[in-house]
């Protein structure tokens, strides 16, 4: 049976991925963020998956304004860098689970969530950068990703966005699906974006250390709490761009101490916890949890 073992929370912005490529880690502004991953990586390496499934949103990437999936599950054997507009990152290609992956969709649209099956997309920074921060520097050729990926992705760009409520639902489900694959796979669930950020309009660069904290402490312990945040919290008090953060309750409701709005069994180990501002325009918020 496959299993998920742990969740891993992180921020995506693109800035951190441009850092590692023009080897800008060891400068002043870089360096206390990267320091909030040196624990991650060596996490990484001693409790390696065999697939992680990572949440994340693409930013009209792969998907323009002309089609617009809320849920998305990546179906393929592989996956490219996207070009953003500089051409796409020097990381290696992404594997993908094919065979977890048309499982899980099966398994989630049978428990009632629509979603998209996407068989060939490219994968932007929101996915790019998490794995950058938690494996490090890769060489684009000689290099992989220390295994595969299904890449989960969710219209958190276009109105309207799903609420978290939905988000920490299908975490759920998900988990039922992963259960029910019959192999022994170790499976790590990501959620990724957030903090708090704002990159336009009259608000651009807004910040808000204290709101992105309580969030986190209500993630950690009491999810359903978070998972209970309107929308319309998470833009006025994080910023346009904080509404990421519904992304990160598909992986808390992943975490098996979950069972409906309840919170059953053991509590996840929180193994790391990290925050730091500035990084680009956003707030870098940072968790590993692991099963117990
Ligand atoms: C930034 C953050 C994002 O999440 C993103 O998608 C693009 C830019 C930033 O902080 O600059
Ligand atoms: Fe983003």
Known sequence: MAKITASVYTSHVPAI?????????????????FAGYDFSKQWMKDNKPDVIFLVYNDHATAFSLDMIPTFAIGTAAEYQPADEGWGPRPVPKVKGHPQLASHIAQSVIQQDFDLTIVNKMDVDHGLTVPLSLMCGELDPVKDAWPCPVIPFAVNVVQYPVPSGQRCFNLGQAIRKAVESFDEDLNVHIWGTGGM?????????????????????????????????????????????????????????????????????????????????????????????????
């Open 196 to 292: 708090s950020h704002q990159l336009q309009g009259a608000r651009a660069g807004l910040i808000n250390r204290a709101w992105d904290n309580a969030w986190l402490d209500k993630l950690i312990a009491d999810p359903a709490a978070a998972a209970a945040t309107p929308h319309i919290d998470y833009v006025r008090e994080a910023g346009s761009e904080g509404i990421e953060l519904v992304m990160w309750l598909i992986a808390r409701g992943a975490m098996s101490d979950v069972h409906g709005g309840k919170l059953t069994g053991l509590a996840p180990k929180l193994a790391h916890r990290f925050y730091h501002v500035p990084a680009s325009n956003t707030a870098v918020g940072h968790l590993i949890l692991e099963n117990r």
């Open 17 to 33: 991925g441009a850092a590692m490529d023009l080897g800008k880690t060891k400068e002043d502004y870089w360096k206390p963020v």
